[in-house]
């Protein structure tokens, strides 16, 4: 069997707190902040044909968080919801790209 030339591209993982009270600290502070790496994460997925991506980590554990294909296009759905609903409307053309190429991967 021949040897890879090139490494397969790794997504970064996001590291979350452990425990809930440090969680619910985390998300209120960097909601937008995990967002857009839950849409950079599906975009590398897109983009390296990946049908499942780790998205997050808990601290101090083997615990992650993935998204498979399947939920792409609905975990974006989401996302650009949540845009619109704090009126962060700049990044909504960014997430229709991304449906737009996922749309093309499929």
């Known amino acids: 069997m021949a040897k890879r030339k090139t490494p ?6 996001y590291i979350l707190p452990s425990s809930n009270e440090e969680m619910e600290k ?9 967002t857009e790496h839950i849409v950079s994460s599906i975009e590398f997925a897109i983009d390296n ?9 808990f ?33 909504c053309p960014r997430i229709e790209k991304i449906k737009d190429k996922l749309k093309k991967y499929e």
């Open 8 to 13: 397969i591209p790794e997504n970064e993982t």
């Open 59 to 91: 601290k101090n554990s083997d615990y992650v968080i993935t998204i498979a294909e399947k939920d792409y296009d609905l975990n974006l759905t989401h996302i650009h919801d949540l845009y619109n609903k704090f009126k962060l409307y700049e990044l």
């Open 26 to 34: 985390f998300i209120e502070k960097f909601r937008i902040d995990m």
């Open 49 to 57: 044909k990946s049908p499942i991506i780790e998205v997050f980590q």
